[in-house]
T-cell receptor, first 114, second 112 residues
Framework: EAQVTQNPRYLITVTGKKLTVTCSQN?????MSWYRQDPGLGLRQIYY???????DKGDVPEGYKVSRKEKRNFPLILESPSPNQTSLYFC?????????????FGPGTRLTVL | GENVEQHPSTLSVQEGDSAVIKCTYSDSASNYFPWYKQELGKRPQLIIDIRSNVGEKKDQRIAVTLNKTAKHFSLHITETQPEDSAVYFC???????????FGPGTSLSVIP
């Protein structure tokens, strides 16, 4: 089944404790992206990747890191999480190398930073 | 960068009525115009999209119309049903720009 998977789905952590949220897609998509969703603010892009080893900042990259060592995986790293990073996170992938194709979203990761 | 607005921000209709949501964008070079639906507790999913060489596209009860001159496109839902209740997002983009910017969303409630 074609899909985007994320793990974990739920995570409660404490300020400063490094964490990684994994994202994987099995559709051979070029473009992958991370979004955060907060009430009243919609979906905001954190980072995106157009291909292996090519990543760039979205609109809200501060406090996050990403890597794209393999085409199928695009992990999101929070080196020192803070409470303002409490949010719902979505990974997404699409076929082309830009934002002009259908975005397929993962199920989401709900992160709480205490 | 692209400035994206949606109107209205909330919409309540009676079951069976039509609903229209408008997305206004700022970049005249935008050439891809999708609409996503997000049900409560679920992930966003594409419901319909249109490219700049087409003025209108229809899929059963859902349609999208594009006005490139005025820089807006609209989602039309006819014969609304309770399962249409969700938040709808637009995300206009262009080939030469790699970021994806979503509109703020429109919450649609269909009253049985």
């Amino acid at each position: 089944e074609a899909q985007v998977t994320q793990n974990p789905r739920y995570l409660i952590t404490v300020t400063g404790k490094k964490l990684t949220v994994t994202c994987s897609q099995n559709m051979n998509h070029e473009y992958m992206s991370w979004y955060r969703q907060d009430p009243g603010l919609g979906l905001r892009q954190i980072y995106y990747s157009m291909n292996v080893e090519v990543t760039d900042k979205g609109d809200v990259p501060e406090g996050y890191k990403v890597s794209r060592k393999e085409k199928r995986n695009f992990p999101l790293i929070l080196e020192s999480p803070s409470p303002n990073q409490t949010s719902l996170y979505f990974c997404a992938s699409s076929f082309g190398t830009s934002g002009t194709d259908t975005q397929y979203f993962g199920p989401g990761t709900r992160l709480t930073v205490l | 960068g692209e400035n994206v607005e949606q109107h209205p921000s909330t919409l309540s209709v009676q079951e069976g009525d039509s609903a229209v949501i408008k997305c206004t964008y700022s970049d005249s070079a935008s050439n891809y115009f999708p609409w996503y639906k997000q049900e409560l507790g679920k992930r966003p999913q594409l419901i319909i999209d249109i490219r700049s060489n087409v003025g209108e596209k229809k899929d059963q009860r859902i349609a999208v119309t594009l006005n490139k001159t005025a820089k807006h496109f609209s989602l039309h839902i006819t014969e609304t049903q309770p399962e249409d209740s969700a938040v709808y997002f637009c995300a206009p983009s262009k080939t030469s720009y790699d970021k994806v910017i979503f509109g703020p969303g429109t919450s649609l409630s269909v009253i049985p």
